[in-house]
């Protein structure tokens, strides 16, 4: 069934751009620029390419703040990589989302219902030294869950460098796999989608 769909859905993009495609992105979350707008620009072309509207107002206010103010409680980093104050007000205060900054991984472990890791970005920094500083600046180990909860899911973009251990990956709270294997099937279902392919 999932071979037919990637074969169709291959079909259908070569019918659709029929001079080839460069590549496709999907990692449009404000990674590579800090703007929703830009990412809401990326959809909006992609739509227009394959014949749908915009995305409207009400669609970018939810994408953009929607999982915030849900979900998010805690920000962790060294103090040289906190959250800029640009962003705490212009988009968290302005939207009434509630959080904690601390450094502090550990002390906090505790209460997590959900830790999602990322590694230290080489390309935030303008010079070689503070990354290397900086990069092993929280490496999730067995140890460092030893306090955790139970259920706690540990989600992660991946790839990993190494942010989290491998002795992590056998711990039932490992959820980056499974996370990865689903958002291949969502970004496939959503391209189906915006192709109209049934």
């Known amino acids: 069934m999932m071979q037919s769909s990637v074969s169709v859905l291959a079909s259908r993009l070569a019918e659709t751009f029929p001079e080839g495609l460069a590549g496709l992105i999907f990692d449009c ?11 809401i620009a990326y959809y909006d072309l992609l739509l227009r390419e394959v014949g749908r509207p915009p995305v409207s107002e009400a669609q ?6 929607s999982t915030a103010k849900e979900a998010l409680e ?10 800029p104050s640009y962003v705490k007000k212009e988009v968290l205060r ?23 890791m990322t590694r230290v970005q080489r390309e935030r920094f303008f010079n070689e030294e503070d990354y290397l500083r900086l990069k092993d600046s929280y490496i999730l180990t067995p140890e460092k869950l030893a ?24 711990d ?7 996370q990865v294997r689903y958002g291949r099937y969502i970004r496939m279902a959503l391209m189906m989608l915006l192709l109209n392919i049934q």
């Open 29 to 39: 979350d404000g990674v590579m620029v800090d703007s929703c707008r830009v990412n």
């Open 60 to 65: 970018a206010e939810y994408v953009q703040m």
């Open 74 to 83: 805690y920000l962790f980093s060294p103090e040289e990589l906190k959250l």
């Open 94 to 116: 302005k939207n009434g989302v509630e959080y904690i900054q601390t450094t502090d991984l550990e002390a906090v472990m505790p209460e997590l219902d959900i830790l999602y």
């Open 147 to 170: 306090g955790a909860k139970a259920d706690l899911s540990i989600l992660h973009p991946l790839p990993r460098v190494n942010e989290i251990s491998v002795a992590v990956d056998s």
């Open 172 to 178: 039932p709270r490992a959820a980056y796999f499974k």
